[in-house]
């Protein structure tokens, strides 16, 4: 029997990756290296072309890692909702021809693991969403070399509270895969 913290979790996992890929959609809309659209003063600290393209780079990688887990969270929960299916055989709603025996049981390990992979996935697409709003915050305060204590009050909180919420998100998900 599939657990109603099971079905939680990856509830969860779908719905944060639905938010923070509409973030990164938000991101990737936007021109982040408009002269106009910055509050740097000083030429030197103007962020170089490498971090423009290390902000669109991490905006990819971080939009994959989210569609990746949410996909594997989709099947997931899609393959729970057969199994739960009562009278499921070969001559009801099965245009495959699968044996019942396939459509009637989850393997709970296979469970697990794919519940690891999707919150896998969606760990690192927090990471590299983060790293993609550092660069943002290097394109628009100044970079991280010159010293602005603009930058870093932006940054600081940023590398702090993203991990630490990665951090017990990834518990609550390895809890889930225990029980």
Request: overall charge positive; some cysteine.
């Amino acid at each position: 029997m599939v657990t109603s913290i099971q079905i939680t979790a990856l509830d969860g996992i779908v719905n944060v990756n639905s938010l923070f890929t509409f973030a990164v959609f938000v991101g990737l809309a936007w021109n982040p290296t408009s002269p106009s659209d910055t509050l740097i003063t000083d030429p030197a600290c103007t962020a170089g072309r490498g971090v423009g393209e290390a902000l669109i780079s991490f905006h990819v990688y971080s939009f994959s890692c989210f569609l990746f887990s949410s996909l594997v969270a989709l099947a997931l929960k899609q393959a729970i909702r057969i199994s739960r299916t009562p009278g499921y055989s070969i001559t009801q709603n099965n245009p495959f021809h699968l044996p019942a025996e396939f459509l009637g049981q989850v393997n709970k390990n296979l469970l697990r693991i794919g519940m690891l992979i999707s919150g896998i996935g969606s760990a690192f697409g927090c990471v590299f969403l983060m790293l993609a709003l550092v660069n943002v915050v290097q394109l628009k305060l100044g970079t991280l070399s010159c010293g602005s204590s603009h930058t870093y009050a932006a940054v600081v909180p940023l590398v702090i509270f993203v991990p630490v919420a990665i951090l017990i998100y990834s518990s609550l998900v390895l809890y889930a895969f225990t029980r």
